[in-house]
């Protein structure tokens, strides 16, 4: 099979192909790009295989990053761009069921597209559109099937992190999971224990983020592959109803709104500790942690002025889009209109700080003064106080004769 249009960054990478070529070598565009430009979908990293090794790369192009050279990959910086080209290999019996234990370069393409994990994956494309497929990968693009490359049973025990992956794709390409290939993710998934949580994260993230997220969480769910994800054993009812409360339409607008739904449906006694299991950073934690405690707000009363200045209003919106997916009022107006009616966005814009009053009133550092601040902020705030040094000080002074 020809593609009958090349999308413009493999056309704009062709003469790294024809360079490669030129040396004696063979290179082609693999991965998940070369899927992508079949399915015409919008297409990402542009990822190139070659029968080179990194040493011959590295003599090809004159400027060239050591990202991985351990694994094949080198980075080579052409114009602008970047591309990672890596040397066909194969992956040796992976011991502890994490990383492969070796890494051996090859020079066939065979052998390289062999060791990925999904035919939908396996993919080589040459420098005439050529699509190369020894794995019936086309035939299961037209069936939107997921099968492995190879023994499933093999492929999964080799290597967890695919059942995950595996997962993901259903999420982001809609397709389903050949028979074979789903017995063989549910026979290994608690090989998952021992897999890297951060990366296990990632992809439920994709997972989560992608337009068949709905699908891909059922086959999480009917797979058992959930009770070996932390702090997820056993949560089958609480992930079912975070599919049911859910308008079968909506997708995710950010990872934090998604975990913050994932988080609200297992009920879960500490977000802090749940998040900490998953190992994600303090920020992601902080930011749905927020997320949280508006939608709790709003299950009480409307949002505040100072709610809007506190948590900012994409945040706001975040809680009105799942309100509104889980058909429950919503109102985004109100929002909008607080958020233009403040007259500062954060304590910085404040005209007057901390030192200046200290000057001005021989006031001394400490609760007093942090008190006085933040009096001033909030009535800045509610609209009670102008953002002027003027009225600022007046107000201080007041405040200064009554305490
Ligand atoms: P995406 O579109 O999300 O980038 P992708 O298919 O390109 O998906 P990548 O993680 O970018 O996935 O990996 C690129 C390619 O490397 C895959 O298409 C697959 O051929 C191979 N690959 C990646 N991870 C694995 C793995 N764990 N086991 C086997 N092959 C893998
Ligand atoms: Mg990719």
């Known amino acids: 099979m020809r593609l009958k249009t090349l999308p413009s960054e493999f056309q704009k990478a062709l003469p790294i192909l024809s360079r490669i070529k030129e040396a004696g070598y063979e290179a082609y565009f693999v991965g998940g790009s070369v899927r ?17 090794y990194p040493e011959e790369i590295k003599k090809i192009f004159p400027r060239t990053v050591d990202v991985g050279i351990e694994h094949g990959t080198v ?13 066909f290999r194969t992956e040796e ?21 062999k060791r990925r994990d999904f035919t939908v994956n396996a993919f080589a494309l040459n420098n005439d559109s050529e699509v190369i497929d020894l794995f019936g990968g086309l035939l299961d693009l037209e069936k939107k099937t997921l099968r492995a490359v190879g023994d499933a049973k093999e492929r999964f025990n080799e290597d967890a ?32 224990e021992k897999i890297s949580v951060e990366r296990i994260f990632i992809e439920l993230d994709k997972l989560l983020m992608a337009p068949f997220w709905r699908k891909g969480l059922e086959q999480l769910l009917s797979s058992d592959v959930y009770h070996f994800l932390p702090e997820l054993k056993n949560s089958k009812e609480s ?59 709003r299950l009480k ?24 997916a889980k058909s429950l009022t919503y109102d985004r107006e109100r929002i909008s209109n607080l958020d233009s009616e403040l007259t500062i966005h954060d304590k910085s814009e404040i005209v007057v700080n901390g030192r200046q009053l ?46």
């Open 75 to 87: 980075l080579v910086l052409v114009d602008e761009e970047e591309y990672e080209i890596t040397t």
């Open 93 to 113: 019996a992976y011991v502890d069921f994490r990383r492969p234990s070796q890494v051996h370069f090859v020079r066939s393409l065979k052998e390289d597209l």
């Open 301 to 324: 009363r409307d949002v505040s002025r100072q709610d809007v200045y506190r948590f900012g209003k994409d945040t706001l919106y975040q809680v009105e889009s799942l309100r509104e």
């Open 36 to 52: 992508d430009a079949i399915l015409e979908r919008p297409i990402h990293d542009v990822d190139i295989a070659t029968s080179a």
């Open 161 to 192: 992190l695919r059942i995950m992956r595996g997962l993901r794709f259903v999420s982001s390409l809609g397709f389903s999971i050949e028979e074979k290939t789903f017995s063989a993710m549910m026979a290994n998934a608690k090989l998952l």
């Open 239 to 297: 992930l079912q109803l975070m599919l049911d409360e859910m308008t079968p339409s909506f997708q995710f607008e950010t990872s934090e709104q998604a975990w913050a739904d994932l988080v609200m449906s297992l009920q879960v006694k500490s977000i802090k500790n749940f998040l900490k299991k998953w190992k994600t950073s303090n920020d992601f934690q902080k930011a749905v942690e927020n997320l949280i405690a508006i939608y709790q707000i």
């Open 358 to 403: 200290m000057a001005q009133y021989q006031l001394s550092p400490g609760p007093r003064l942090g008190r006085i601040l933040n009096d001033i902020e909030t009535e800045i705030v509610e609209g009670h106080l102008e953002n002027t040094q003027e009225e600022i000080f007046r107000f201080v002074e007041r405040r200064l004769v009554i305490e």
